[in-house]
């Protein structure tokens, strides 16, 4: 492997925000490096198939409303490098213990009329719902993936406000996820949406944030639905190389690197084996805090504050994941009214508080809350016809002290991850008898499976570090940041551990690649010129 000696700016990491983060630069010119330590580029955003050659299996993340709503990612015209979007034929379905659905569909007509089934009034209920969301949601998800603080986006919501019912509207975003919407809808179908949806972080479910987040994404999967990229998610990052190629860009996987160079209190290259790879105007980390701050720079190149504050650092809970090759699709025993994409399991809202109390002590659950992706009902080229390409995925706590179901410990080896996997399998057998019957390969991949296949995802914590309050906007990754920039100038954080966090809204990458060119204008840069540096404006 040959480097380039020099380059304007490397990116390390080339998930989707270090992809976001390249492609930015390289649209402003910039001779850019995009580095990866795997063998091929996407971070938590690829697919594979290794469960069984005839089945697409996305390794880790699979359904993208953000990216979908994100003003970031549609701004990089994915289209015109081959993505292609998928939709289910239903957004999402909550199965409850007695067989019934929980239902939410793309077309809010469909959506308000089998909400009203169930409890007459509730589908007007959401219609004004959707209403509301129409006239400020895209100022929401615009201030959500803005640096903070997000002064345009944040002054068109102010101006909207009064449009959706002022501080009563701000007081609905605010309201825990346990008991917001429970005046406007009469049945349950909404709050076991919305609390499963909330369910996708670790907020709690009756703390401030997990109302919102709920909100979100139910508002998102109807008006943006939840697709997924046509032939597997590893096709929405190689669109985003192959945008970054075309525009110049360089990639370089099974490049890993292990050291930034620091001078001056300036990042000033990068070192990948035996190679040292110098950035003339900035380097940008598409990797975990606790990977850069410590390992790839030193705490004693960085302010003592740093290490500090770095200790108190919390990641979100880890991720346990069953991918499925099935031979026919899933045969529930109360078919849905529509097919949905994505699916979760859990027999009531008390149901959910249970399990996330349990997993808020240390405790594995009893009985795990269960997402579920039906990727060939969302895209039919996952699997041969009249199959079905699965996967199950669930949270259990990063320090395990107690299985609240058995005697499980945590340590996930073989035989441990083989009966949690039994025990996730057991609630879809519940609902679907048979389903056990049409399994042609399973794989089970724990916290420590994911981590070693994407090394950002520390414990399996697939968020970049928990979504409490206390570590978001001015608090993440340690307080007095909330943005990009580090305490060492033109090295940039890009990762989900930077604000605004997890999801495939590219946001990260985006904020960190604007801040590197605005620190650029403001800061000479270095050029090679017969040998030697000299120093030039920017």
Not at 92 to 97: A, I, L, P, T, Y
């Amino acid at each position: 492997m040959t480097l380039p000696g020099e380059v304007d700016a490397v990116v390390i990491g080339a998930g989707p925000n270090g992809l976001v983060a390249a492609n930015r630069l390289a649209d402003a010119g910039w001779d850019t490096l995009l580095l990866e330590a795997q063998s091929d580029v996407g971070g938590a955003v690829r697919s594979d198939r290794e469960l069984h050659p005839d089945f697409v299996s996305d390794t880790f993340s699979a359904f993208y409303p953000m990216a979908a709503a994100s003003r970031v990612i549609k701004g990089l015209h994915l289209e015109d490098h081959g993505l292609r979007w998928r939709h289910a034929p239903a957004v999402q379905g909550h199965s409850r213990g007695d067989g019934s659905w929980a239902m939410l569909h793309r077309d809010v007509d469909v959506t308000a009329s089998l909400l009203d089934a169930e409890h007459p009034g509730d589908g007007a209920a959401w219609r004004a719902l959707v209403d509301q969301w129409q006239r400020i949601g895209s100022s929401l998800v615009d201030a959500l993936v803005t640096p903070f603080p997000p002064l345009g986006p944040g002054l068109r919501a102010m101006i909207k406000l009064p449009r959706v019912g002022g501080l009563s509207f701000v007081r609905q975003l605010l309201a825990p996820a346990s008991v917001a919407l429970e005046r406007e809808f009469g049945g349950d179908a909404v709050r076991l949406l919305l609390t499963g949806n909330a369910l996708h972080a670790d907020i709690p479910l009756d703390g401030s944030g997990s109302g919102f987040l709920g909100l979100l994404l139910i508002m998102l999967g109807q008006t943006v639905g939840f697709p997924v990229p046509e032939g597997g998610a590893g096709k929405l990052s190689e669109a985003m190389r192959d945008r970054f190629v075309s525009r110049g860009g360089a990639v370089v996987c099974s490049a890993e690197v292990t050291k930034i160079t620091v001078e001056h209190d300036r990042a000033v290259g990068v070192q990948v084996l035996d190679q040292l790879v110098g950035a003339r105007r900035a380097i940008l980390a598409d990797v975990a805090a606790e990977h850069l701050y410590g390992r790839l720079v030193g705490f004693e190149e960085l302010p003592r504050r740093v290490r500090e504050k770095m200790a108190n650092f919390r990641r979100d809970p880890g991720t346990f994941k069953v991918d499925y090759a099935l031979s026919a699709p899933v045969p529930w025993r109360t078919p849905p009214p529509y097919a949905p994409g994505t699916v979760h399991v859990s027999d009531s809202s008390e149901e959910l508080v249970t399990t996330f109390a349990q997993l808020s002590s240390g405790s594995i659950p009893e009985r795990p809350f269960l997402l579920i992706g039906q990727m060939t009902t969302a895209d039919p080229t996952r699997s041969p016809a009249g199959t079905e390409s699965l996967w199950a995925y669930t949270h259990v706590p990063q320090r395990v002290l107690n299985d609240a179901g058995g005697n499980l410990t945590g340590t996930w080896d073989a035989d441990e991850a083989e009966r949690f996997a039994d025990r996730m399998q057991d609630r879809i057998e519940q609902r679907a008898p048979g389903f056990s019957e049409r399994i042609i390969a399973r794989r089970i991949l724990t916290p420590m499976d994911l981590e070693r296949r994407d090394a950002s995802l520390i414990g399996g914590s697939v968020n970049g570090g928990t979504a409490a309050l206390d570590q978001q906007l001015i608090f993440r990754p340690i307080p007095g940041l909330g943005r990009a920039t580090t305490p060492i100038r033109g090295l940039y954080l890009a990762s989900a551990s930077a604000h605004p966090g997890g999801s495939v809204h590219g946001a990260c990458g985006m904020n960190a690649a604007r801040a590197a060119l605005a620190g650029a204008r403001l800061a000479p840069r270095r050029i090679r010129a017969g040998g030697r540096a000299r120093i030039s404006a920017g």
